[in-house]
């Protein structure tokens, strides 16, 4: 995969990423397994929650630079956890992922600025590798 991401990005396309961390939440495990090995594709460390009270404790214990959560989770919604994101850090940015449409999406957006959430991107499933990099190319940026 990194010899396919040095093809189609360029030989520098690691560089400003230096050692952030992505918590990833999605209670599939393949999917956030999956989104996490993207994230270290692009420079990224990458810890994975599968639900929200997983998400907590990660956010606590590892810091991290940006969230990437599933809306449609058992338990704790996607939703949900943007609250608990907006009272952990608001200028934390979260990447809003869900296979059920952009309804779904503009809805969380929606709710995430009126949280106080700074930055709340979003992409649909499946997600792809290049959405993803373009999200941590603008939390590197920052």
């Known amino acids: ?8 990005f360029g030989p520098n396309w690691m ?5 952030q961390t992505v918590l990833v939440v999605d209670d599939r495990k393949d999917v956030a397994v999956t989104l996490a090995e993207m994230c270290r594709a692009c420079g990224f460390d990458a810890e ?11 956010l606590q214990r590892h ?20 609250k608990d994101i907006a009272r952990f850090d608001p ?13 779904w999406l503009q809805m969380g957006v929606t709710l995430g600025r009126a949280q106080g959430l700074t930055a709340v991107h979003t992409a649909t499933k499946p ?3 290049h959405a993803v990099r373009a999200f941590l ?6």
């Open 137 to 142: 190319e603008t939390v590197a940026s920052r």
């Open 91 to 103: 200028s934390l940015p979260v990447m809003l992922v869900t296979g059920h449409g952009d309804v």
């Open 15 to 19: 560089e400003a990423a230096s050692a």
């Open 63 to 82: 810091r991290p630079s940006c969230v990437i959560v599933d809306v449609m989770m058992p338990d704790q919604d996607g939703y949900e956890a943007m």
């Open 1 to 8: 995969m990194m010899a396919l991401l040095h093809w189609k």
């Open 127 to 129: 997600v792809r590798v």
């Open 48 to 58: 994975v929650a599968e639900d929200g009270v997983g998400m907590l404790g990660l």
